[in-house]
């Protein structure tokens, strides 16, 4: 099964919320009783970026890229990018992988590649 990333979407107002909130922004319903999960598009605009270099040694590569990506349904997102020359305003698309390792468990998250 592919993962997903989901959002949380209003039964009343139909406001999508990514991170889970505990009352709608929009209509103060209670986010525990009143909202649908529904999986976020992968597909999204680049809004901006930024690399960081000389990570501590747990990271396995020698650069992060990190985005802010809005999504096709008007979300914005961040997630890793793994694009060499990334643009402002490129359409990119996000596939879910481990972002990063612990000794306990994964963490999954979006990385984004060109379109
Ligand atoms: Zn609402």
Redesign the pocket.
């Known amino acids: 099964m592919e993962r997903e990333i989901f959002g949380y979407k ?6 999508l919320h990514y991170p889970f909130r505990m009352v ?6 209670n986010g525990y009783f ?1 909202f649908d999960t529904v999986p976020l598009p992968h597909a999204g605009k680049l809004l901006t970026f930024t690399f960081i270099h000389n990570l501590p040694a747990e990271f396995e590569v020698a650069r992060l890229g990190l985005g802010i990506v809005e999504l096709e349904n008007g979300l914005r997102v961040t997630g890793q990018i793994q694009i060499d020359d990334p643009k402002l305003g490129m359409d990119v698309v996000g596939a879910i992988e481990v972002v990063k390792r612990d000794a306990y468990d994964n963490r999954y998250g979006f990385v984004f590649r060109a379109a």
Not at 24 to 29: G, L, P, V
């Open positions: 209003c039964q009343k107002c139909g406001t709608c922004k929009n209509c103060r319903a009143e």
